[in-house]
């Protein structure tokens, strides 16, 4: 069983930062893509950022510049670096990580959700 574990959610000021972070567990052999999802409430669930093996990044039209997406294969983890944070970044996140298992199998799994609140 492949599980993911987040952290690093909490509430901050505007324009406050935050670190999330998600750890990969199971039997792995490799990871693929790596990303973060954020859905507010009342909306449909968006991606934030994304990496691929190779490192190359991909991000959210309204978090470019202010986010990076980072990611340690050693540690199965992947991060999201938030800053200059603004009230509608407020959402659960989500990461997703794709991968193959021991058995030689694809996985894609979700993180259980960390809530982030960005108010005064």
């Known amino acids: 069983q492949v599980q993911l574990v987040e952290s690093g959610g909490g509430l901050v000021q505007p324009g406050g930062s935050l670190r999330l972070s998600c750890a990969a567990s199971?039997?792995?052999?490799?990871?693929?893509?790596m990303g973060w999802y954020r859905q507010a409430p009342g909306k449909q669930r968006e991606l934030v950022a994304a990496i691929t093996t190779g490192g190359s990044t991909n991000f959210a039209a309204s978090v470019k510049g202010r986010f990076t997406i980072s990611r340690d294969d050693a540690k199965k983890t992947v991060y999201l670096q938030m800053n200059s944070l603004k009230p509608e970044d407020t959402a659960v996140y989500y990461c997703?990580?794709?991968?193959?298992?021991?058995?030689?199998?694809?996985?894609?799994?979700w993180g259980q959700g960390t809530q982030v609140t960005v108010s005064s």
């Open positions: 199971g039997s792995i052999i490799s990871i693929n893509d």
């Open positions: 997703n990580v794709a991968g193959v298992t021991g058995w030689r199998t694809g996985f894609n799994r």
